[in-house]
């Protein structure tokens, strides 16, 4: 193994805090790695970190290196970017997070697609709601929905988001059309809340056609924290949702599902669906890919067309 590939090796336990998450994202055993780490330290004659059962901390050595070790990677990834951008098609490997949901309905059709077209290409899709740490996981690319918070990373809006409001059939046969916000505030809700996220406030119209908007606690009896889970809730007629129409993998019909308060403008509430990435001069790779995701998904989305005249709604 090369001093460079060490040196890799290196910096990662330490980003990451321990050898095991380290080996755990180059696909190694944590004996293999810890070895390359000593052999490190024996080929530049200096002891880069103090180990203890439970933790390690660095030498003054070690933190030098360190530094000097980050800056090393920042050049090899831009020899990398300059080589590929005189490429005639993409190549090389490329690590994307995203959530669960998102992952397995849209973008893991765009993955096989892209590698069908460019063979030489490698992909490691991470599918998990939890937000990764995009620099210290060393992901290349990143999928986010919801509102964008302030951060580093270079950030491009693929997709917009808008929500209906939707129960089923069987529900509505049990209690009725509610025609105003307050009728239907008084039913049970489903309601996604995974970790920093819960939407459980309703942001809609205080009367019909109103641009004045009005903000409700929704009554969530079931709180669920993964997507398909949730829309499998509401088909069953556990409670009306509050729903992004991505949510919808199919047309509206289909599901057995209703749209209602129709008439009520509702919020976006400034969320929508980004690619992230950490360097503004980003790989072709990088964005060929972003450039399939927003072909597939289209403008506007295709699942806008799973709620006939959605276009004409919540305005």
């Given amino acids: 193994m090369s001093i460079t590939h060490q040196l890799k090796l290196f910096y990662d336990v330490v980003q990451q805090g321990s050898f095991t998450k380290a080996a755990a994202l180059h696909e190694m055993d944590n004996s293999a790695l810890s070895k390359q780490v000593k052999k490190l330290e024996t080929a530049l004659g200096v002891q880069l970190l ?5 933790s390690f901390s660095l030498t003054p050595a070690g933190e030098e290196i360190l530094t000097q070790t980050g800056l090393l990677l920042q050049n090899l990834e831009q020899i990398h970017s300059i080589a590929d951008a005189y490429q005639s098609e993409p190549k090389g490997r490329l690590r994307i997070t995203a959530p669960v949901f998102l992952g397995q309905q849209y973008l893991q059709p765009v993955v096989t697609a892209f590698m069908q077209r460019y063979p030489e290409v490698q992909i490691t899709l991470s599918l998990e709601d939890r937000r990764a740490d995009i620099i210290a996981d060393r992901f290349d690319l990143a999928f986010r929905v919801g509102k964008l918070s302030e951060s580093s990373l270079i950030a491009r809006k693929i997709a917009k988001t808008n ?7 069987g529900f509505i046969a049990r209690h009725g059309m509610p025609s105003t916000p307050e009728a239907l505030l008084a039913l049970p809700a489903v309601v996604y809340a995974n970790g920093e996220v819960t939407l459980d ?3 809609i119209g205080a009367e019909p056609h109103s641009q004045t908007m009005r903000s409700h606690r929704m009554r969530g009896n079931f709180k669920v924290s993964d997507v398909r889970a949730m829309m499998e809730a509401v088909q069953a007629g556990l409670g009306y949702a509050q ?7 199919r047309p509206i019909s289909e599901s057995k599902l209703v749209p209602l308060l129709t008439d009520y403008r509702l919020s976006t509430l400034e969320t929508g669906i980004y690619a992230l990435y950490p360097h503004r001069k980003q790989t072709p790779l990088v964005t060929e890919f972003i450039r399939c995701v927003q072909a597939h998904l289209g403008e506007p989305p295709f699942w806008e067309r799973h709620i006939p005249g959605y276009e004409g709604l919540y305005r």
């Avoid at 103090?50 to 439970?54: D, I, V």
């Avoid at 929500?163 to 059939?169: K, Q």
Wanted: net charge negative; aromatic share 10%; hydrophobic share 50%.
């Fill in 163 to 169: 929500f209906a409001l939707v129960a089923s059939e």
């Fill in 243 to 249: 729903i992004d129409l991505f949510n919808l993998d």
């Fill in 50 to 54: 103090n180990r203890s059962t439970r």
């Fill in 201 to 203: 406030h309703l942001v």
